[in-house]
């Protein structure tokens, strides 16, 4: 069985396995979709997308803390917190990726044949906006354990515990899973209210697009890999 990874970006959605990715984007009100064999050129596109597809706002702030690090001029700040910060940045993700990240969710959630016609995206606007297979699992399992450590210990200390809580949350997922709950709870309860919004059409279509194309790519290279 295939397991499908999702994420999402500023103007879009990835769905894609150590095969496959496949992207649908909104450019100009437009949705672009592509899909190829994953490669270390695809994953540079993906993550251009990524870092690329931010608002210039958020481009700003961050290039206004590296330039801080760079030049402390009121006083150094702790380099380490650019990480905490980078693990973090899921609960201030742009309003437009957060819909971009709840849409990626309903297309898991939804449990039937993904279509592209009213009644379809309107059975998958319906589905759940939690995911239980969400990254926001692990950046929970950091600050469970990060931010009561750093009541106590110095920062990096505190990072090292939020980085063996991500461990221990893995650990837990995998062999474990009856004493996961709460923190899927709280995982779920974050997905809901802070990680994702509700999506629009667009965002919906988006996501559904990015998933079929994913289908159709896989379904090609597995054809080739057949045939060869």
């Not at 063996?164 to 995982?187: D, F, H, T």
Request: aromatic share 14%; net charge positive; proline share 4%.
């Amino acid at each position: 069985m295939t397991i499908i990874t999702g994420a999402s970006f500023a103007n879009g959605v990835f769905y894609h396995n150590h095969k496959v990715l496949a992207c649908a984007e909104v450019k100009n009100g437009v949705i672009h979709t592509w899909g190829e064999p994953m490669t270390l050129r695809t994953l540079f596109k993906m993550w251009l997308r990524i870092f690329g597809g931010l608002p210039w706002y958020y481009n700003l702030l961050h290039a206004a803390m590296v330039l801080y690090l760079l030049f402390p001029v009121f006083g150094e700040i702790d380099p380490l917190w650019l990480i905490v910060y980078l693990i973090g940045f899921h609960f201030v993700f742009p309003r437009q990726l957060k819909m971009f990240h709840g849409a990626e969710h309903k297309v898991f959630s939804h449990a039937g044949i993904k279509k592209l016609d009213k009644q379809g995206l309107d059975e998958i606007a319906r589905a759940s906006i939690v995911n239980a297979g969400c990254s926001t699992n692990v950046v929970t399992s950091f600050f469970v354990l990060f931010l009561p450590a750093l009541l106590f210990l110095p920062l990096w200390a505190s990072i090292l515990a939020g980085v063996s809580g991500i461990v221990l949350g893995m650990l837990g997922i995998k062999y474990a899973q009856e004493y996961m709950k709460p923190l899927y709870q709280l995982s779920g309860f974050l997905q809901k209210y802070v990680t994702t919004k509700e999506p629009k059409r667009v965002h919906l279509e988006t996501a559904v697009r990015s998933y079929l194309m994913f289908l159709h790519v896989q379904t090609q290279v597995q054809a080739t890999q057949t045939t060869t």
